[in-house]
């Protein structure tokens, strides 16, 4: 795992995830092989039937010469045709957009998981707060109970 855009998972209610490839130049892969990358800004925006991933930062690589890459340029994702098709048709639905949620290796290839999301509503960033305090009480809580029982 490279990076993960855990900022997303409490910002959207994720709909459907993809699992997609990147094209990137060689000093791109190794300032991503030293794990420096922030998805925090991404976004997938689809041009003319091809998908492309913007604001994606990818620190440029410290011994790259002259043909170092740009930080923050857009990278095209490789997915197919038909869900890109899927993608664009329900992105342009108001309120959704495809958003990163995960850039990593997959068999030596540079993969980044892709979703197609809706927006939060503040009340509904609070209710999954309020739940997952809840979820982590309840833990707690029986963990004490077995731990009691054990002795």
Same mark, same amino acid.
């Given at each position: 795992?490279?990076?993960?855009?855990?900022?997303?998972?409490?910002?959207?209610?994720?709909? @459907?995830?993809?699992?997609?490839?990147? &094209?990137?130049?060689?000093?791109?892969?190794?300032?991503? +092989?030293?794990? +420096?990358?922030?998805?925090? @800004?991404?976004?997938?925006?689809? @041009?003319?039937?091809?998908?492309?991933?913007?604001?994606?930062?990818?620190?440029?690589?410290?011994?790259?010469?002259?043909?170092?890459?740009?930080?923050?340029?857009?990278?095209?994702?490789?997915?197919?045709?038909?869900?890109?098709?899927?993608?664009?048709?329900?992105?342009?639905?108001?309120?959704?957009?495809? &958003?990163?949620?995960?850039?990593?290796?997959?068999?030596?290839?540079?993969?980044? *998981?892709?979703?197609?999301?809706?927006?939060?509503?503040?009340?509904?960033?609070?209710?999954?707060?309020? *739940?997952?305090?809840? +979820?982590?009480?309840? @833990? =707690?809580?029986?963990?004490?109970?077995?731990? =009691?029982?054990?002795?």
């Amino acid at each position: 795992m490279i990076a993960q855009n855990k900022k997303a998972r409490h910002d959207y209610h994720i709909m @459907d995830t993809y699992e997609c490839g990147l &094209v990137l130049t060689g000093t791109e892969v190794k300032s991503l +092989r030293q794990g +420096r990358a922030s998805l925090v @800004d991404g976004f997938v925006q689809i @041009d003319a039937h091809e998908a492309w991933l913007h604001n994606v930062h990818v620190p440029e690589y410290s011994q790259g010469t002259w043909t170092n890459h740009t930080a923050r340029r857009k990278r095209k994702l490789l997915l197919h045709r038909a869900e890109i098709d899927k993608l664009e048709s329900k992105s342009q639905e108001t309120g959704h957009t495809i &958003v990163p949620l995960a850039l990593y290796f997959k068999d030596g290839r540079a993969k980044v *998981e892709i979703a197609l999301a809706r927006g939060k509503k503040e009340y509904d960033k609070r209710q999954t707060l309020r *739940e997952k305090q809840d +979820r982590r009480e309840t @833990d =707690r809580a029986v963990s004490a109970v077995r731990r =009691r029982q054990r002795a």
